[in-house]
């Protein structure tokens, strides 16, 4: 769920208030967002991109030393 912050006050009680009123609801985008943090977010892809980043940093870092 996305508030603006511009009016706070409003949206986030009417945000609150849905997912209270609609535990259906609730529990959906629960799972989506769980879904989401797993394929985002997961280790071994952060340490592939990680080790992707070194790998393209490393002949550059090794130019710069000679």
Known sequence: MVVDPRDL?????LA???LIEFPDFRAELGR????RAVERYSLS???DRL???YRELRPAAGAAAS
């Open 51 to 53: 080790l992707a980043i």
């Open 45 to 47: 892809d952060n340490l």
């Open 9 to 13: 006050d409003g949206q986030l009680r």
């Open 32 to 35: 989506r967002a769980r879904t």
């Open 16 to 18: 609150l208030r849905t």
